[in-house]
Structure formats: C-alpha cells, structure tokens
C-alpha cells in the first residue's frame, strides 16, 4: 500500500497528491467581473477583505466576505464579480500588475476587494474516484487557520527555494484537510466527511483505511459498530452513499491504480497488499472495477 495514514480523510487527501498550479492575489475596485469555463480543477480562495460574488456553474451564487475560504474539489468553471455585478459590456479581463497578482475592474477606482485564489490538480490515476468521496463545495467564515494558511502557499510559489515542492505538497494536504473538517456535518451531503460524523461508523471506515490488505465484511463491521448487518448496510449506505463494500473496493482500487502506475511491485505483490489472496482474483476484480486488466492499464499508464 503506498505510504498514506490509516486516518480515512489523510488517507484521501495523501492518495490524491495534490500539487499546486495556479496561485495569485487578486484586488479589485468599483464595478468588475471575470468568468472562467475553461477548467477543470480544484479551486480555492480565501477573501482577505471586501465583498465580492461567486458563482460556480451548477450552483447558486454565494457572497465571500473578508475572511471567507472556499475549497471546490472539482470545478467546472465559475463568473466572479464584484457585488453589484457590472453591466455585460464592460471589459472582463484581469490586468497584472505584478507576478501573481491581478487587478479586476476600473484602474482609477479604488481596491475594495483582496483575495488568495488558486488552482490545484490531484495526480493521483485515481482522482475521480477519490473527488467523488468528498463535498462538492465547502464555503466557511471565521477560521483563521484556513485564511492563514493561503497566503503562504502564494508565498511558497513565489519564491524559488530548495524544497519547493515538498513545501507546497504538505501545505496543500494540510490546507485541504483543515478545509474539509472544517464544515457543519449537518450541512454535508452524503460521503467520507458525514460518514465519520456518525460516531457508529467512523470506526468502520478507519477499518477499511486502515486494513485495506486484510478481511473485510459487513457483518464484521457491524458487530463492532453494535449494530445489526441489514442496520448497519442501510445506515452506511444513507450516510456514505454507497454500501459498505462497494466503499471497501472503491477505496482498495484507488490504492491498486497508484501502485499500479507508480511500478516497482508485482501484481501479486500489489493484490496481497490491497486484500485480494491472488493475483488472479485480483485481476479479475480489477478488470470488472476498471474494464482492463491491471497490467494493461499499468502499462498504459507508465507509457
């Protein structure tokens, strides 16, 4: 298994390798908007001060306040725009002003928005499925640790020091996990965040992240949740959002696609490590999850 802690959200947030892409400040004054429909990344931004709106395709605008962050873990485009939105004839494209840092609206009106935005990808083979466990959208107010956190990444991607990008893969896991904890589990849609808000199936969960190499069953998992089998299945499937061992194999894949395509270990060595007792059987689950062999796929992927 690659080398992630058996802790259900560090293990996610490890496995997805996240790695920065984009970072900038952005000011901006009077009337102002900028549209992006050309990405596909995770997004974050942390409103230093001001009012501004955010609009993400597929969603209702929100308003970012000073000291809002937002985190997207998949976003497909979004229009932000200053509170009032400008009429549609205005120019929409930012003016650099520096590196990294951006001015949005009339160059004579005085800045009364800040905000730390940026892009990330996750270089896991395994990203969908591992976006697919957490909320679409997390937007808080007043935690410090988050809004503290951005302005050193924009920092770290500045500067040219030894160590860059080792700096600024653990800032990014941290700041992603802070940002993904940080939300109401009232609020939070069925997935891995509200699943370990359920005190009756967090341990269920540590369980799969943590033995994804040994035997798993529901009846097991229910027993040491104190609940019934077909009481635990229904509860786990509400809250998470799919049953329990189609969790199990989901997560055990997402193990298997990184192995697989960082090389090294054999497939029966790599079955053995993510529960399967041949290669065979291994092959076979693979090939039924993925639609290829994992030998074909790892290949594919080296190449």
């Known amino acids: 298994m690659p080398d992630t802690p058996s802790d259900p959200l560090s293990s996610v947030v490890t496995l997805l390798q996240p790695a920065v892409s984009i970072s900038k400040m952005v000011e901006a004054g009077g009337q102002w908007s900028v549209e992006r429909h050309d990405t596909a990344s995770p997004f974050y931004c942390a409103a230093v001060e001001g009012r501004c709106r955010l609009q993400v395709t597929g969603r209702d605008p929100v308003t970012l306040r000073g000291g809002d962050f937002v985190l997207i873990p998949h976003m497909q485009g979004f229009i932000m725009t200053s509170e009032v939105p400008p009429p549609p004839h205005l120019p929409r494209m930012p003016l650099e002003t520096g590196p990294g840092r951006f001015r949005l609206g009339a ?128 509860r786990f499937r509400k809250q998470v959002g799919r049953a329990p061992m189609e969790y199990a194999t989901d997560w055990r894949m997402a193990v298997a696609k990184t192995l697989l395509r960082q090389g090294g270990l054999t497939i029966a060595e790599i079955a053995m490590k993510v529960g399967y007792g041949s290669a065979s059987a291994f092959g076979l689950a693979f090939a039924r999850h993925e639609g290829q062999p994992p030998g074909v796929y790892a290949s594919r992927g080296r190449g």
């Not at 199936?201 to 035997?215: T, V």
């Open 107 to 234: 160059p004579e009106a005085s800045v009364d928005v800040r905000a730390l935005v940026g892009h990330c990808r996750f270089d896991t083979p395994a990203s969908d499925l591992l976006v697919s466990l957490l909320p679409d959208m997390i937007h808080v107010s007043g935690q410090s640790r988050l809004t503290a956190l951005v302005p050193v990444i924009h920092e770290e991607t500045r500067a040219d020091r030894p160590g860059r990008g080792m700096v600024l893969e653990r800032l990014l896991e941290v700041l992603l996990i802070e940002a993904l904890r940080s939300g109401s589990a009232a609020t939070l849609p069925p997935g891995l965040l509200r699943g370990l808000s359920d005190p009756q199936l967090a341990g269920a969960l540590q369980g799969i992240h943590a033995g994804a190499g040994g035997n798993l069953s529901v009846s097991e998992m229910a027993r040491a949740a104190g609940m019934s089998r077909s009481g635990f299945f229904e």
